[in-house]
């Protein structure tokens, strides 16, 4: 058994724990050149450049935005298409299904875009379709209004089948009896899936949303990234795209290390409160 763990266990330690130690970045005005010995120490400078800088407010803003709208919308996503798989009776359909919906979880994000462009971008299928019909043509891809929309509707459309093996499983685990009684008293299939369905898996829906909170800093840095020279920075500029401009491409590292570590903390602190909260009002939380 501590055979199996151990190589999960070096995989932390390596790209987890052992990162921790290079937080003291934040702390320094650092340079790779120099490493942490050479650097010089500016103590919470960084800090308070981190909260003074207006890019980094409007990083903040635009992140918290399509944070909220992924919790809103994308994360029912994959328990509503749970609950809808669970009612279709033939296991051939469903099956059907179900792989249609896993497919884009494993298309890469460049793909994803580049799929998204050939049919919603200016020169796209759906403008072409608009010509044809001498109608005016609307650019989805560049339009800094509908891009946060477009963020979510992208995740929606790449994990919400990923998303539903975990309720699926949830489901399975319900006691049928559970339905039998639920039918002997003459309840329809929605007031099952209410009174049944729901709080079978009301742990898992918990569990998986206090885990979210733990990311709510953290709204996809790749899919952004790729779209952002098209919308704008005031528009698609995330914590994550600030960290790449301002550390990598910039040289200021220990704003950038800074950012990543208040992301951390609040992060943590979201968890945390998020569990308490869970457990006062009766579910199991997460630790």
């Known amino acids: 058994m501590y055979a199996f763990i151990l190589p999960g266990f070096v995989f932390f330690v390596v790209f987890r724990y052992i990162p921790l130690l290079g937080n003291i970045a934040a702390f320094q005005d650092f340079s790779p050149y120099l490493s942490f010995s050479g650097s010089t120490w500016v103590g919470l400078q960084n800090f308070v450049n981190l909260f003074t800088d207006p890019d980094v407010a409007i990083a903040l803003r635009n992140t918290l935005v399509i944070s909220l709208l992924q919790i809103i919308f994308a994360f029912p996503a994959p328990i509503a298409l749970a609950l809808l798989l669970n009612s279709i009776l033939s296991d051939r359909i469903r099956r059907f299904i179900q792989s249609v919906v896993y497919l884009p979880h494993f298309i890469g994000?460049?793909?994803?875009?580049?799929?998204?462009?050939?049919?919603?971008?200016?020169?796209?299928?759906?403008?072409?379709?608009?010509?044809s019909?001498?109608?005016?043509?609307?650019?989805?891809?560049?339009n800094p209004d509908f891009f946060k929309v477009l963020v979510v509707l992208q995740v929606i459309w790449k994990e919400i089948g990923w998303g539903t093996i975990i309720f699926l499983a949830a489901i399975t685990q319900i006691d049928p009896q559970l339905y039998e009684a639920s039918v002997v008293d003459g309840a329809g299939s929605w007031r099952r899936m209410w009174h049944v369905t729901l709080p079978g898996i009301v742990n898992v829906i918990v569990l998986l949303l206090i885990l979210r909170l733990g990311s709510v800093l953290t709204v996809g840095f790749e899919q952004i990234l790729l779209q952002q020279p098209a919308v704008g920075a005031d528009a698609a500029q995330v914590l994550d795209t600030f960290v790449y401009y301002r550390g990598v491409l910039g040289g200021d590292w220990g704003m950038s290390t800074a950012v990543g570590l208040v992301k951390g903390l609040i992060g943590t602190i979201l968890v945390i409160g998020a569990n308490r909260l869970a457990k006062r009002a009766g579910t199991g939380g997460v630790f």
């Open 109 to 131: 994000w460049v793909i994803l875009i580049s799929l998204w462009q050939e049919v919603l971008g200016g020169a796209g299928l759906v403008n072409q379709v608009l010509q």
């Open 133 to 142: 019909l001498g109608m005016g043509t609307i650019d989805v891809m560049s």
